[in-house]
């Protein structure tokens, strides 16, 4: 319903229900359960397309450092997650955080999945592509 409800442009609405499967999973689950994570990343990707930037860059760093507790920091998950904050934090107007954090992924992408791992490659793009955007 979360993504049919950003398709909608119900954003606010999304929001606000995200907001409330996280405090649902903390409370049914624990604070520390994978699908709370997961959850917790449903909301920071509503936050990120509301444009609520600020907000959301928080979220996605949280997510990056409980990602790398939970499954540590070679972890395509863990991976993904600081991939979404470099991109919310160029969002949010931090360039040169935004870069610093891409590069990082190229690195360690290369280095733990190969060169030519489609993850790598789609990293690679990204940062090329933010790099020439800013």
């Keep these: 319903m979360l993504s049919w409800l950003r398709s909608t442009d119900r954003l606010e ?3 606000v229900d995200a907001r409330v499967l996280v405090e649902d999973c903390e409370r049914i689950l624990g ?3 994978p699908l709370t994570l997961d959850a917790r990343v449903t909301l920071a990707s509503c936050l990120t397309t509301a444009g609520l930037l600020v907000e959301a860059t928080a979220a996605w760093e949280q997510i990056a450092t409980d990602r790398a507790a939970l499954h540590g920091p070679d972890h395509p998950e863990t991976l993904d997650a600081r991939s979404s904050l470099a991109a919310a934090r160029g969002r949010a107007g931090d360039d040169a ?3 610093r954090e891409f590069e990082k992924l190229v690195q360690d ?3 733990i999945q190969g060169a030519e791992h489609p993850a790598t490659l789609r990293e690679r793009s ?3 592509a933010w ?3 800013t």
């Design 13 to 15: 609405e999304a929001v």
């Design 109 to 111: 992408r290369t280095r």
């Design 31 to 33: 604070a520390a359960h």
């Design 131 to 133: 790099l020439g955007e």
């Design 126 to 128: 990204v940062m090329l």
């Design 97 to 99: 955080g935004a870069a």
